[in-house]
């Protein structure tokens, strides 16, 4: 009777240490396949992070340049030349029909890109400062309807600052459009409008 008891006192031992050791490789089984799921799962966020990055090509893509005509130049850098720096950097110079904001200064001064022959020209686009400095060499039989359009530009601005801004009406009110011996118009509508234009009419001998 005690030797049955023994035997059986031993198998159990024996079948408890078996369960145990196969609960212990089913754990580790799983730790395995736990670790090799969470690594497999990271590494497509990984690549998706990277190809989400823009290129170094595509983030250093630049608007293509506004291509100048040579003659345009010319009449910009006398612009240029008859005014200080302040005045430079506050008012850019339309030199080229295809620079985005040339259409709605041309539509501004009433004037075609079509009847110029070479032009540069230097608006304010915001109705609060009188200003505006133009350089046309009209097509030939274009010179008296450019003219007509700018001086139709200036009455406007005068009317329009006459209630609203009085400094800004004096310099409308001073501004002059005037047609050289060449056929070359100038508008001028700026402080200080006098020597200006006569900056720009001695840079257009040189």
């Given at each position: 009777m005690n030797l049955i008891l023994k035997e059986s006192f031993s198998m159990k031992k024996i079948m408890t240490f078996l369960i145990a050791a196969a609960l212990a490789a089913t754990m580790v089984a799983c730790t395995a396949n736990n670790q090799s799921s969470s690594s497999s799962s990271s590494e497509p966020s990984s690549s998706i992070s990277e190809s989400s990055e823009p290129s170094e090509d595509e983030s250093s893509e630049s608007e293509p340049e506004v291509e100048v005509p040579e003659a345009n130049k010319a009449l910009g850098d006398v612009i240029t030349a008859a005014r200080d720096q302040e005045i430079n950097d506050a008012f850019g110079i339309i030199m080229s029909k295809d620079d985005p904001q040339a259409?709605?200064?041309?539509?501004?001064?009433?004037?075609s890109y079509d009847d110029m022959e070479a032009f540069a020209l230097s608006v304010s686009p915001m109705n609060v400062k009188a200003y505006g400095v133009a350089i046309i060499k009209p097509v030939e039989g274009k010179g008296e309807a450019i003219a007509t359009a700018?001086?139709?530009?200036?009455?406007?601005?005068?009317?329009?600052?006459?209630?609203?801004?009085?400094?800004?009406?004096?310099?409308?009110?001073?501004?002059t459009v005037e047609t050289l011996d060449d056929g070359t118009i100038v508008l001028v509508m700026s402080e200080n409008g006098a020597d200006v234009q006569s900056a720009i009419v001695e840079g257009l001998k040189k």
């Open positions: 259409q709605m200064i041309g539509e501004m001064l009433g004037v700018l001086k139709t530009w200036v009455e406007n601005q005068q009317k329009s600052f006459e209630n609203y801004l009085q400094d800004q009406y004096e310099i409308a009110k001073a501004a």
